[in-house]
């Protein structure tokens, strides 16, 4: 089994992390070992380096909720997941032994660690947070299903469970805004309406399938925004009414 691994660390908080060489432990009952080919980077992750969650009792620790890889080994009663499979890393639970976080060393640092990680070249993690990549889907896709996409789209499909013919805002076009925006056009959504501070996001917006685009920067796009809807409203309104 790899024995040790280069990680990013977090050491204290709102300062940069810490680059460290950490032994890998012993796997328990529940754990896999995962070679990490990607690791996405998600706000809540950098809310949580600058302090945004409050105090932090568990430093050091590791950080990362959503990547890619393949299977290096696996510990006690693990049958979801075999040495060579490739995985998505996410941290939704899912099917399979719920184990805790790993525990690493370095010197006579004790690392700690969630039940799933990624900000490592090598990472221990539950089994429960682990799916097996499709074959057609490449690792730097995949990160996206780690959290981005089950994300958004869970929100859309799970919890806002849009008609067809209704309308929809989309505050923030970050990963989540644009897996919200992508199920909102599958599911039929009339008006998908795409609001963000970059031109760059609002242009990648219109080619997922935005019908109409703000730039929340702009004077006066609270006041468009009022106006296109009164208008569909109307419109509609009278197509009802004939």
């Given at each position: 089994?790899?024995?040790?691994?280069?990680?990013?660390?977090?050491?204290?908080?709102?300062?940069?992390?810490?680059?460290?060489?950490?032994?890998?432990?012993?796997?328990?009952?529940?754990?896999?070992?995962?070679?990490?080919?990607?690791?996405?980077?998600?706000?809540?992750?950098?809310?949580?380096?600058?302090?945004?969650?409050?105090?932090?009792?568990?430093?050091?620790?590791?950080?990362?909720?959503e990547?890619?890889?393949?299977?290096?080994?696996?510990?006690?009663?693990?049958?979801?997941?075999?040495?060579?499979?490739?995985?998505?890393?996410?941290?939704?639970?899912?099917?399979?032994?719920s184990?805790?976080g790993?525990?690493?060393?370095s010197?006579?640092?004790?690392?700690?660690?969630?039940?799933?990680?990624?900000?490592?070249?090598?990472?221990?993690?539950?089994?429960?947070?682990?799916?097996?990549?499709?074959?057609?889907?490449?690792f730097?896709?995949?990160?996206?299903?780690?959290?981005?996409?089950?994300?958004?789209?869970?929100m859309?499909?799970?919890?806002?469970?849009?008609?067809?013919?209704?309308?929809?805002?989309?505050?923030?076009?970050?990963g989540?805004?644009?897996?919200?925006?992508?199920?909102?056009?599958?599911?039929?959504?009339?008006?998908?309406?795409?609001?963000?501070?970059?031109?760059?996001?609002?242009?990648?917006?219109?080619?997922?399938?935005?019908?109409h685009?703000?730039?929340?920067?702009?004077?006066?796009?609270?006041?468009?925004?009022?106006i296109?809807?009164?208008?569909?409203?109307?419109?509609?309104?009278?197509?009802v009414?004939?």
């Open positions: 089994m790899i024995r040790s691994t280069k990680a990013a660390v977090l050491e204290a908080l709102d300062k940069p992390l810490s680059i460290k060489d950490i032994e890998i432990p012993n796997l328990l009952r529940g754990q896999v070992l995962v070679k990490v080919f990607y690791s996405g980077v998600c706000r809540s992750q950098l809310m949580e380096v600058q302090g945004g969650r409050g105090t932090d009792n568990w430093l050091p620790h590791l950080l990362g909720h990547g890619s890889g393949i299977v290096v080994d696996v510990g006690e009663g693990v049958t979801k997941v075999k040495i060579g499979d490739e995985v998505i890393l996410g941290w939704l639970k899912s099917s399979g032994l184990a805790p790993a525990k690493y060393l010197g006579n640092q004790v690392i700690n660690s969630g039940q799933v990680t990624t900000f490592s070249n090598y990472t221990v993690v539950s089994e429960n947070r682990l799916v097996i990549k499709p074959p057609s889907l490449s730097d896709t995949a990160v996206l299903f780690g959290c981005a996409l089950p994300t958004g789209a869970g859309v499909l799970n919890e806002l469970k849009p008609l067809v013919g209704q309308s929809v805002i989309v505050l923030g076009l970050g989540i805004g644009m897996a919200a925006l992508i199920a909102l056009k599958a599911t039929g959504v009339k008006l998908i309406i795409a609001i963000d501070i970059s031109n760059q996001k609002l242009a990648l917006a219109k080619k997922l399938g935005a019908t685009f703000f730039n929340s920067t702009q004077e006066g796009f609270r006041q468009a925004i009022m296109l809807l009164m208008v569909v409203h109307s419109y509609v309104s009278n197509l009414v004939k």
